[in-house]
């Protein structure tokens, strides 16, 4: 029997990976089954199984994923000093996993989004995503927390906030971008560059007292 290559493995698992991506973002997690899987990638349920198990180990797969893309560039902007300003950096990394993913659409639309806001309610019911989930968002929240501190150090924001606070606050500005691409439609990430540069040129004043 001939030997099969990593690299036919590895494009295996990905044929089955984004099949399973449009599945849930056309029909939710709980309204798919193996059979709409195996359907959509047009293999069958040994070749399937033979990489998952299931689709809890589908979602799994397909959140590390993702958790990991943006992790990844994250990281590499905190390995800069002082890295990007927060405008730029967001909306770097924003441009970067949705650049990654805008092959995966339903329906004429991007699929990823619409993925993202799944993933949340599918949390409260799976232990195991949970926890994936949050050592995901701890190690971005900690990447974040970080950057902040060279902001800090080198007096481009000021020191008197705690760094974790702001790491918090920019990761639910990206999460909350992701969200208004599901519910309202795709836009620029230029969308988001501007929002957070208006909101950074603000000046701290006091109101008359």
């Known amino acids: 029997m001939a030997r099969v290559s990593q690299a036919h493995l590895h494009a295996r698992r990905r044929q089955i990976l984004d099949g399973a991506a449009r599945c849930f973002a056309r029909n939710g997690f709980h309204a798919t089954s193996m ?7 047009d293999l069958s349920a040994g070749a399937v199984y033979r990489y998952f198990s299931g689709k809890e180990e589908l979602i799994a797969a397909i959140v590390g994923e993702v958790l990991g ?23 770097s990394v924003m441009s970067r996993v949705l650049a990654a993913k805008e092959y995966l659409t339903v329906d004429g639309r991007p699929a990823f989004p619409r993925l993202v806001i799944q993933v949340w309610p599918e949390t409260l019911r799976n232990d195991d995503l949970a926890a994936l989930l949050r050592e995901g968002y701890g190690a971005v929240q900690e990447t974040w927390t970080r950057i902040v501190q060279s902001y800090q150090d080198a007096g481009m924001m000021r020191p008197d906030v705690s760094p974790e606070h702001v790491a918090r606050t920019m990761m639910a500005a990206a999460m909350g971008f992701l969200a208004q691409q599901a519910l309202f439609g795709p836009a620029p990430v230029e969308v988001l560059q501007d929002g957070l540069r208006a909101l950074m040129s603000m000046s701290a004043t006091r109101s008359g007292g």
Not at 35 to 41: A, G, N, S
């Open 35 to 41: 059979q709409d899987v195996l359907k959509e990638v």
């Open 69 to 91: 893309q943006v992790r990844e560039g994250f990281e590499e902007a905190a390995r800069s000093s002082p890295p990007p300003p927060p405008d730029r950096l967001v909306s």
